[in-house]
């Protein structure tokens, strides 16, 4: 069977580059070992090129910063079966102010939206930590503030699974898949701008069920499907802080400790089955640069 991966930053995002092609580096490999033949785009046009091959494989997924993502997603989804998220959910997610407000309403606590004080100041649509600084000054265009909160930085890795029925998509009922809870490493620079780093995992912090419940509630919420990553930063709260419907650059660590292959998962998962837990040896520090290191 034949598997398109679309990644997008490693041939057109230079800021972006290095994680990106880790992150399809691990993807190829597992396809590849689970017996499928792996499609890359070309240097093209990006949307060009998935419509052009997409209708060539059995299925595909996309990789690709958050404000792009639903667009491309949904030209994947017009030609194969999407291992990903779906264009909609993506979409909503890019969005990190209208996915603040639907999780405020579900209870599930994110930072105040204070216009005093010391505050965190994002893109509304934005990929990872670009354009996030810690500020005492207003939001720019297309920017929104939050509430600064210190505390531990955590995401989770988890994958939602679906059902695809002749017209529509139904979700199977069953519960996100937890990869893994991972440590984030988050720098900040002298201009108060926030750098991911990489980070640990697995990771156990004494709150970890607290985390991964809050996790898998964002996922139901929002109705993410696939790879999901999501962000928190512990204090008081288990404080949601952003949501990553796409591969995130954790799974570099992740599958350097898991027994299970994520090729497998993702695609009994877009079929709404899938393993009810996986099998972690060990512990591994990791980069956006692709480097792995056993703790």
């Known amino acids: ?43 093209g046009d990006f949307g060009a090129e998935i419509e052009r091959i997409a209708p060539l494989c059995d299925m595909g997924l996309v990789i690709s910063p958050d404000h792009l993502l639903a667009r491309y997603t949904q030209i994947l989804e017009q030609h194969t079966h999407n291992l990903g998220c779906g264009s909609m959910t993506v979409a909503l997610c890019a969005n990190k ?27 509304v649509k934005g990929c990872g930590a670009q354009g996030v600084r810690i500020s005492d000054g ?29 017209a529509c998509l ?5 519960s996100p898949l937890v990869l893994a809870v991972n440590r984030q490493v988050i720098e900040t620079g002298n201009d108060g701008a926030l750098h991911y780093c990489g980070g ?7 709150r970890e069920a607290e985390i991964i419940d809050m996790a ?23 404080y949601v802080v952003d949501v990553n419907p796409r591969i995130t650059t ?13 090729a497998d998962i993702l695609v009994a998962a877009s079929k709404g089955g899938g393993p009810d837990q ?5 512990s591994v520090r990791f980069d956006t640069h692709g480097k792995v290191s056993k703790v």
Not at 1 to 23: I, N, Q, R, T
Not at 216 to 238: I, N
């Open 1 to 43: 069977m034949k598997v398109l991966l679309a990644e997008y930053a490693s041939v057109h995002d230079p800021s972006l580059a290095f994680e990106g092609a880790a992150m399809l580096d691990v993807l190829k490999r597992s396809f590849e070992r689970c017996g499928f033949e792996v499609i890359l785009p070309g240097n």
């Open 97 to 123: 102010v209208r996915t603040e407000k639907i999780l405020r309403s579900h209870d599930v606590p994110v930072p105040a939206d204070t216009p005093l004080g010391k505050r965190v100041i994002k893109p």
């Open 138 to 166: 207003l939001p720019g265009k297309d920017e929104f503030s939050q509430q600064y909160i210190a505390g531990d930085h955590f995401s989770v890795s988890i994958v939602g699974s679906r059902v695809v029925g002749d």
């Open 170 to 174: 139904y979700f199977s009922g069953k």
């Open 200 to 206: 640990e995992t697995p990771v156990h912090p004494a």
């Open 216 to 238: 898998k509630k964002v996922a139901e919420v929002l109705g993410c499907q696939g790879y999901c990553g999501v962000d928190v930063v512990v204090a008081d709260k288990v």
């Open 250 to 262: 954790s799974l570099v660590g992740i599958a350097a400790c898991m027994n299970e292959e994520i």
């Open 278 to 282: 996986v099998h972690l040896t060990g």
